[in-house]
């Protein structure tokens, strides 16, 4: 007899992984304390992944929305042979803390709203039929970024997940997420480039990585083999002739494809595909921004993952139709704000030709805390090494706006320059991570409008681009304010780029008034 549809799982008769989506069948029940041991199964809500429960209290005309603790359940089977696999739990997104336990025991936990994050189960799994039980909390946490910030923290499983089974032989799932290899492009030109391919594998046997790079017509044009290293290493350098370059007007993708082959019969146990992109680009504070040796302008939008009536639980297309919006509207460049974003979106953005910057959610102000540093650190480190393969990206950006929140002791003269120096050192840290972990790639910190207390602060010569979020004519000041601000920047920082990150003021179309007043909405 079968299982029933909601619990099959994907045949595997190979070694190689199989990656499968369990997002249907879901139960949900919100509150602290979920009924257990088949007790109380009538509060629980059937749902489908992905899921939030705060799609409609976030826009209710009273103040506040939930902000606590819901349970996910779902029975999965597993089929015979499985104790000979590694299996996982792949979460695209849940937010913010999350914890997996299967049949009853805790198989781990993860910190964080907006990165994707794995579970290996295969230590707590049986053949047969499976309890899968995810708590999540969204509640305020003053040691998880962000603490402050104009959006709302969704609660929830809102991104995809997936079930992932491999063979003993394979790419390291348990690095922060990623697929376990990382491309590089550190030399091209309109003559040639050099791809550089890097990972890891988990093995305990000799085997062979080969990577193969693909053209857009599906062509091999390259191929390398190379031998891991004792503790699984890798690493090996291709060069391409006369590449296609990747650029917004003719975003053209190379695949590469990275298969972990047994060293003497060639038996394939591992494959891992990622797009490939050659470009160069440079942000000079007189040129502007440089990309593959040509002046661009970049004209674009921030956007945040939300929707009326979801949430944030998008479906995957509603991710990529803001991408093309964007494209149709003449757009260039995406500011992914205030917080990583779905795989469906950045892969738009490399497709469709969108220049993009990332950021980590560092909203408003700090709490000064071992945990909160930590925590940030970790996010920035995830957020870096889960985007690093997309060709659309550019800039690792963090802590939007980090001095608008100052605390209380403004007027206490010693505790707010303790509270700047922290802000800075952690600055500091972030940025050191960024240039360790992508020395190719620029670093931004957006900023409001107040240039003297970010000079105070010490910040504006930390990252390598400055991001000025500017609302003169709305939330002070006159428009004719702006260009003052952007001319009185460019002389007291002649060799800082900047990138004006944020403008504009509030509308509602629905109110019309012939004499509009700031913040009036008209």
């Not at 990275?258 to 146990?269: E, F, I, S, Y």
């Not at 910190?445 to 681009?465: C, E, S, T, W």
Request: proline share 6%; glycine share 8%.
């Amino acid at each position: 007899m079968l299982p029933p549809d909601s619990l099959l799982t994907p045949s595997f008769s190979s070694s190689k992984r199989v990656a499968q989506g369990i997002n249907s069948s879901w139960k949900f029940y919100k509150g602290a304390d979920a009924p257990t041991n088949g007790q109380g199964q009538a509060c629980w809500e059937d749902v489908d992944l992905p899921h939030t429960w705060n799609a409609e209290d976030v826009m209710a005309d009273e103040p506040g929305y939930y902000r606590g603790i819901g349970w996910y359940q779902k029975e999965l089977f597993i089929p015979e042979g499985w104790q000979e696999k590694q299996v996982y739990i792949h979460f695209e997104g849940a937010s913010q803390v999350t914890e997996l336990f299967v049949n009853g025991k805790s198989a781990g936990s993860h910190v964080g709203a907006y990165t994707a994050f794995n579970f290996n189960i295969s230590g707590f799994i049986h053949q047969g039929i499976n309890a899968i039980r995810v708590k999540v909390d969204n509640s305020f946490n003053p040691d998880i970024i962000p603490v402050s910030g104009d959006f709302s923290v969704y609660g929830g499983i809102y991104r995809s997940v997936y079930l992932v089974v491999l063979g003993q032989d394979h790419f390291d799932m348990n690095n922060y997420a990623s697929n376990g290899v990382f491309i590089s492009t550190p030399h091209v030109s309109a003559e040639a480039a050099t791809v550089r391919v890097k990972g890891r594998v988990s093995t305990k046997q000799k085997l062979k990585v080969l990577t193969t790079i693909y053209d857009k017509g599906g062509d091999k044009i390259a191929e390398s083999t190379v031998s891991p290293d004792g503790d699984g290493s890798f690493s090996t350098d291709v060069t391409i002739k006369s590449p296609h370059l990747w650029a917004p007007d003719h975003p053209y993708l190379y695949r590469v494809v990275n298969a972990l082959v047994g060293a003497k019969d060639g038996t394939l146990l591992d494959e891992v595909i990622n797009p490939l992109g050659f470009r160069w680009y440079s942000f000079d504070p007189e040129r502007g921004f440089i990309l593959n040796g040509e002046p661009l302008k970049l004209i674009g939008a921030n956007r945040h993952q939300d929707f009326r009536g979801l949430g944030s639980a998008l479906p995957d297309i509603l991710h990529v139709n803001d991408v093309q919006l964007l494209k149709d509207m003449g757009g260039n460049f995406l500011r992914v704000s205030h917080y990583p974003q779905a795989p469906a979106l950045m892969e738009a953005c490399d497709r469709l030709g969108i220049l993009v910057s990332v950021e980590t959610p560092g909203n408003n102000k700090i709490t000064e805390s071992e945990e909160f540093a930590r925590v940030t650190l970790e996010m920035q480190r995830e957020m870096i090494r889960q985007n690093y393969n997309h060709p659309s990206v550019i800039i690792w950006s963090y802590m939007n706006e980090v001095l608008l929140g100052l605390p209380s002791y403004r007027s206490d003269a010693p505790k707010l320059e303790h509270y700047l120096e922290k802000v800075r050192n952690l600055a500091t840290e972030i940025e050191t991570l960024c240039r360790e972990e992508d020395p190719e790639r620029y670093t931004m910190i957006a900023f409001h409008g107040d240039l003297d207390l970010y000079k105070r602060a010490g910040l504006i010569d930390v990252p390598q681009v400055v991001g000025w979020n500017l609302y003169q004519g709305w939330y002070d000041g006159e428009f004719e304010d702006f260009e003052k601000f952007l001319l009185r920047f460019k002389e007291e920082y002649p060799n800082r780029p900047m990138i004006v990150s944020e403008y504009g003021a509030d509308s509602d179309y629905r109110l019309h008034i012939l004499a509009p007043a700031r913040f009036d909405k008209t």
